[in-house]
């Protein structure tokens, strides 16, 4: 007699990835597929990622090291020169990339989180917990942002990194609160959330299955917005001297740049390389923001990659509302 439990059991095939995971994937080839701004931001933002990270194992110099004479030329030893200290310049450029980069992602992850919590809040429940959330953030829009950091960091004195990740995190999100508010009132009145309630789903199912999905394309841009923007605000804090001088970033290469005169004493490339990078990563972010706005916006929805990523999520919620049937 044949042990049939085996061959039933075998024949039951889990897939290896999750269906949400691989639904993830495919929204995220559908979008770059054919879309030329964000294939360009995308594979520099990726480019200049992955150097940062492998790129010191490969550096032969330390970046707070002496390895050389003062403004040394770019060469085949110090291939974008050396600093007036004669640290080479390569070597702080990746050391350098990995701090300001750690700056930029952690605050736009603080202020995005915030914006989450505080737009959907105030636009799911209303009533009072709107007016009250609704005034917090109109009351963080009236101070100018970057004064308010400059006068922040000059008050803690010389900060890290971490705490300039924190401040620009924690004054950032009223504008992407704001825009996740108006979004979440539009979709409270749609039939599905209506529904719900009305078969009994609980609020916190509501935000975290029903509403919050569709926020992912503006919640994924005001994340862009914020890395973008935190990138800039923090080299710009610490070329003003407001960082710590001793931790090698993006900022404080200028910092050391500016200090040291070297575009007058004809070290141009202390100044610029650090300076570009920042320009090509910021452009980069732009691009990707860019790209997010066209998807998300209808005004802006053109092009083949936006009618193939518009004909995705025909065919997903297709499968949606069969499966719901």
């Known amino acids: ?54 790129g010191p194992f490969f550096t032969a110099h330390a970046p707070d090291e002496r390895v050389a004479r003062p403004h040394v030329e770019p060469n085949a030893e110090h291939v974008l020169g050396t600093t007036r200290q004669g640290r080479d310049v390569f070597s702080q450029l990746l050391h350098g990339g990995r701090a300001s980069l750690s700056v930029a992602f952690i605050a736009g992850a603080i202020s995005t989180v915030i914006s989450i919590l505080v737009g959907i809040s105030a636009g799911y429940f209303g009533g009072r917990i709107d007016q009250w959330l609704n005034f917090a953030m109109n009351v963080v829009l009236v101070f100018p942002q970057l004064p308010l950091l400059i006068v922040l960091a000059a008050f803690l004195g010389q900060v890290g990194p971490v705490v300039i990740a924190l401040l620009i995190g924690i004054t950032s999100w009223p504008w992407g609160a704001r825009v996740v508010r108006s979004q979440t009132m539009a979709i409270r009145q749609k039939e599905f959330i209506l529904a719900a309630e009305c078969m009994g789903e609980s609020r916190l199912r509501i935000v975290l299955v029903e509403i919050l999905p569709n926020l992912i394309s503006i919640v994924a841009g005001s994340f862009v917005g914020v890395v973008m923007y935190a990138l800039i605000n923090e080299a710009g804090l610490e070329f003003l001297g407001l960082g710590d001088p001793t931790v090698v970033t993006w900022g404080t290469m200028l910092y050391w740049a500016q200090s040291s005169a070297a575009l007058y004493t004809g070290g141009w490339w202390e100044m610029i390389v650090p300076a570009v990078t920042i320009a090509l990563v910021g452009g980069a972010m732009a691009l990707i923001n860019m790209s997010i706005d066209q998807v998300s916006n209808p005004k802006l929805k053109t092009g083949p990659h936006i009618k193939r990523w518009r004909k995705l999520n025909r065919i997903i919620q297709a499968k949606r509302q069969r499966g719901a049937s």
């Open 1 to 54: 007699m044949t042990d049939t439990s085996l061959p039933i059991a075998s024949s039951r095939k889990t897939p290896m990835v999750p269906s949400r995971l691989r639904q993830l994937l495919r929204n995220i080839a559908a979008f770059f597929q054919g879309n030329m701004s964000a294939s360009i931001g995308g594979g520099v933002m990726a480019l200049v990622i992955v150097a940062c990270l492998i």
